[in-house]
C-alpha cells in the first residue's frame, strides 16, 4: 500500500519494511533519546516489556526513572502524567487496551483536555497516551471496543488514528512533540502488519488526512485497520474497472472536512468504513460533513459500513457477523454504484 | 494591595502539631508579634473578600458555582504560610482564599469571579478554577478528586529532576473529607507511598461533603488514618488556628522535601455556611451552626492577639477596615474591567495550532463548499 501523505518531511535516505508494532518501538526509543523530558508510564511497559510487547527493551536501555512501571491504577497514572506535563515533562502513556481508558476518561476528558483552555492558556498538557482499540481478537465485550469517538468528541484533546507502519513512525513522533494532549489510537490487529518505513526522523502533520489511492468513481472513507480492508476492496473493484478513491483519516481530531469533501466532489459517490458502532460514530459525522459540504455533487446517498450495535461476542461466528467486514464493504460499495446505474 | 506571604515566614514555633494546644506560651514580641498580626490581616481579607463574594453572587454579577472560605480562615492562611514560593499548589474548588494568600490580585481574583478579560484566567475558569502558573498555584479544580493525580504527577516530575533536600519543592494538595472516598484519592496515595513523592495531601475536613457528614460517608471517619493503608504518615490538626495549621503543615512540607515520603495531613475546619452561595444549608441543626459560629476562627484569632496584647481592638477594626478597602477595590477593579472579546473564543483551545482546527461558531457550516 502506498502512502502518498501530506507529511514526509524529510527526503528520506532509504526505508525498510517493518511492523507497526516495530515503528512503535522504535519511535519511542528515538524520542527517548532525543528528549530527556520525554518518559513512558504505564502498566507492565518495562519488566514485562508491554502487553504487546510495544516498549521492547526499552526499561533495559533507558532505566526505571524514563520507562515506568505503575500499578493497575489508570485514573492515578494517567492523572500524574497529565501533573507531570504541567510542570513540562513529556509523558507518554500506555493504557493496556482502550478499553481500560475508561476508568482513566475523568483524568482525560475533564482534566487533560480540559486544562489548557479552563486556566487561560496559561499551561500546557503535553502528554501522549496510546492504547490499542479493535476486536476481532475473540476478546468478548469488554475487551473489544472502538470507542476513539469519546475522545474525537472532545474539544482539547487531539486523536490521532495511523493505518500503516510508517504513519505509525511519523504521527508518534509528531504526537510526542506536540504541546497538546493526544491520544493515540493503535489496534490490536495492525500491530504484526508490515509496511515500508523511510528510514531518519519523519513527523507528521497532525490534523490532515490524505488521499492515499486517487479514483474519480467512488470514494472510500476509513481509518486505522479499516484501512487495510478499504485498500482491499478498492483494489478489487480497480480490477472491474472501477476507479475508487481512497481517504485515511488519519486525524479524527482535529477532523480534515476539506480533504473529504474535495474527495466526494469528484467522485459524487462516498461509503465509510469503521470498525465502530453506526449509531452516533465517526461515519455519522463524515456522512453529515459530505451531506453539508458536497450534497450537490452527491449522485447516491452515504453509505457507512459500521459494526452491529450489540456487545461483542466471544464465539467466533457471532463475532465474525457482527464486525464489518471486505465482503460487507464490498457489497454496499457495488450497492452504491448500483443506485446510480454506473457502468464501465 | 496584593498579599506578600512569604515575607512573613519565620521558623516553626512548635514543631509538628499536637491535637491540642499543649502549654499556655509567653505572648510573643517583635517579629513574632508582626507575623501573628499579618496572620490576622490575611485572616481578615479573607472573610472580607468571601463576604464580599456572597453579596456579589447575590447580585448576579458572579454566575455559576461559588464555594466561600468562610469560617476556614486559619486554615487556609495557616496552610498558605507554610507554603515556600517554589512549591506548588493544587486545590480544590473552594479555592478563593488560597489564590489570595497564594499572592494573586484580590481584584484579578474578582474579576475572575465577574468573568472579566482581567481575571486571572481571563474569564475561562470563574470561581472554582483559580490558577496563576508564575505563582505556583496550579489550579483550583472542580471535579471533586480530580485534582490528586495531577498533584501527584507534579510531585513525580519534581522527583524526577531534583534530589531530595531542605530547598527541594514540594506539592501541597488540598482535599475535603467527602474526597477521601473516591478511588482518585487512593490510587494517588498508592502511588506516592509507592513512589516516595513529595507531596503532602491536606484533608480539610469541614465535617460536612455537602450536607453528608464524615461519619456519613466514611468507613474510618478518622481521616488521616486513611494513609495507613500506603504507609503514609499521618497527622491531625485540631485546633483551628494559624499558627497550629502552618506548623503541622511545614513539618509535613520538610518531611516531603527532606525524606521524600508523603504525607497525609488532617486540618479540622468549620464551614460557617452552606456547601455554595446558594446553599441555605437547612440539613444542619441548629446547635451545629450554633458551635460553628462559636468557633468562628476570625473572631477567635483576634480576641486572642487582643488578649495577648498583640492587637488592640482599634488596630484590628483598622485591619478589617483596610480589608474592606482592599476588597472594594477589587469590587471596582473587577466592575471597570472589560468582557473578554467573543473574538478570542477559539485562542485558548489548544497549546499548539494545527491544520483544520474548530472555529466554527454555532450557526456556521462546518464546510466552507467551494
Not at chain 2, 474578582?110 to 481575571?119: C, H, I, Q, S, V
Request: glycine share 8%; hydrophobic share 40%.
Amino acid at each position: 500500500m502506498s502512502a502518498a501523505t501530506p507529511d514526509q518531511s524529510a527526503e528520506a535516505s532509504g526505508s525498510r519494511v517493518i511492523t507497526y508494532r516495530q515503528a512503535l518501538n522504535e519511535t519511542l526509543r528515538a524520542e527517548l533519546e532525543r528528549d530527556e523530558n520525554v518518559f513512558l508510564i504505564g502498566e507492565e511497559i518495562g519488566v514485562f516489556e508491554g502487553s504487546y510487547k510495544i516498549t521492547a527493551g526499552l526499561l533495559q536501555d533507558f532505566g526505571p526513572k524514563r520507562v515506568v512501571d505503575t500499578p493497575i491504577a489508570e485514573e492515578g497514572f494517567v492523572g500524574a502524567a497529565v501533573g507531570a506535563a504541567m510542570l513540562g515533562l513529556r509523558p507518554v502513556v500506555e493504557i493496556m487496551t482502550l478499553n481500560f481508558s475508561l476508568v482513566a476518561i475523568d483524568q482525560i476528558v475533564n482534566h487533560a483536555a480540559k486544562i489548557h483552555a479552563m486556566f487561560g492558556g496559561e499551561v500546557k498538557v503535553p502528554m501522549v497516551i496510546r492504547f490499542p482499540g479493535g476486536g476481532g481478537q475473540q476478546l468478548a465485550a469488554t475487551h473489544s471496543q472502538n470507542l476513539e469517538v469519546w475522545y474525537a468528541h472532545i474539544p482539547g484533546l487531539k486523536v490521532l488514528a495511523p493505518s500503516t507502519p510508517a504513519e505509525a513512525k511519523a504521527m508518534l513522533t509528531a504526537a510526542i512533540r506536540d504541546d497538546d494532549p493526544v491520544i493515540f489510537l493503535e489496534n490490536l490487529g495492525l500491530y504484526n502488519v508490515k509496511g515500508e518505513v523511510p528510514d531518519g526522523e519523519q513527523v507528521a502533520e497532525i490534523g490532515k488526512a490524505a488521499v492515499v489511492k486517487e479514483g474519480t468513481d467512488l470514494t472510500l472513507v476509513s481509518y486505522s485497520r479499516g484501512m487495510v480492508t478499504a485498500l482491499q476492496v478498492a483494489d478489487e473493484f480497480e480490477q472491474k474497472g472501477v476507479s475508487v478513491e481512497v481517504v485515511d483519516l488519519r486525524s479524527l481530531r482535529p477532523l480534515d472536512r476539506d480533504t473529504i469533501c474535495a474527495s466526494v466532489r469528484k467522485t459524487s459517490r462516498a461509503v465509510i468504513f469503521e470498525d465502530d458502532m453506526l449509531s452516533y460514530g465517526i461515519g455519522a459525522e463524515i456522512a453529515a460533513t459530505i451531506g453539508e459540504g458536497a450534497f450537490d455533487w452527491l449522485d447516491a446517498p452515504v453509505r457507512r459500513v459500521a459494526a452491529a450495535e450489540v456487545p461483542l461476542p466471544y464465539a467466533k461466528p457471532l463475532e465474525r457477523a457482527a464486525m464489518p467486514s471486505a465482503e460487507d464493504l464490498s457489497r454496499v460499495v457495488q450497492q452504491t454504484l448500483d443506485a446510480t446505474r454506473f457502468t464501465k | 494591595m496584593g498579599i506578600i506571604w512569604k515575607e512573613h515566614l519565620c521558623e516553626s514555633e512548635t514543631g509538628m502539631a499536637t491535637t491540642s494546644r499543649t502549654k499556655k506560651k509567653p505572648a510573643p514580641r517583635g517579629k513574632n508579634a508582626q507575623e501573628l498580626r499579618s496572620y490576622y490581616e490575611r485572616m481578615s481579607l479573607v472573610r472580607a473578600f468571601e463576604l464580599r463574594a456572597n453579596e456579589m453572587y447575590a447580585r448576579a454579577k458572579i454566575g455559576g458555582y461559588c464555594h466561600l472560605n468562610l469560617g476556614e480562615e486559619a486554615t487556609v492562611v495557616g496552610l498558605m504560610a507554610a507554603l515556600e514560593e517554589r512549591d506548588y499548589l493544587f486545590t480544590t474548588y473552594r479555592d478563593h482564599g488560597y489564590a489570595l494568600m497564594r499572592g494573586m490580585e484580590p481584584g484579578a481574583v474578582m474579576a475572575e469571579l465577574f468573568g472579566k478579560e482581567t481575571g486571572v484566567v481571563g474569564g475561562w475558569g470563574g470561581s472554582m478554577h483559580m490558577f496563576d502558573y508564575d505563582k505556583r498555584m496550579l489550579g483550583g479544580y472542580g471535579i471533586v478528586g480530580g485534582q490528586i493525580p495531577p498533584a501527584t504527577g507534579a510531585a513525580l516530575a519534581i522527583a524526577y529532576r531534583s534530589e531530595a533536600g531542605p530547598d527541594s519543592e514540594a506539592v501541597m494538595c488540598l482535599l475535603g473529607d467527602g474526597t477521601t472516598n473516591i478511588g482518585a484519592f487512593h490510587e494517588s496515595l498508592n502511588l506516592a507511598g509507592l513512589w516516595n513523592l513529595p507531596i503532602v495531601y491536606v484533608i480539610i475536613n469541614n465535617r460536612l461533603g455537602m450536607g453528608t457528614t464524615v461519619e456519613g460517608a466514611s468507613a474510618e471517619p478518622d481521616l488521616y488514618k486513611r494513609g495507613s493503608a500506603y504507609r503514609i504518615e499521618g497527622t491531625r490538626v485540631e485546633e483551628d488556628d494559624p499558627v497550629a495549621v502552618r506548623d503541622a503543615a511545614r513539618a509535613a512540607l520538610k518531611t516531603a522535601r527532606e525524606k521524600r515520603r508523603p504525607v497525609l495531613l488532617e486540618v479540622m475546619s468549620y464551614r460557617l455556611k452552606g456547601h455554595s452561595v446558594v446553599d441555605p444549608a437547612r440539613y444542619r441543626s441548629k446547635e451545629d451552626t450554633d458551635e460553628a459560629k462559636s468557633k468562628d476562627p476570625v473572631p477567635a484569632f483576634r480576641a486572642r492577639l487582643i488578649s495577648d496584647g498583640i492587637l488592640t481592638a482599634e488596630e484590628a477594626d483598622t485591619i478589617d477596615q483596610q480589608s474592606d478597602d482592599i476588597v472594594t477595590a477589587a469590587v471596582a477593579f473587577a466592575d471597570e474591567s472589560p468582557d473578554p472579546s467573543v473574538d478570542t473564543l477559539f485562542d485558548k483551545g489548544y497549546a499548539s495550532k494545527v491544520p483544520n482546527m474548530p472555529r466554527r461558531l454555532p450557526v456556521e457550516p462546518v464546510v466552507v463548499a467551494s
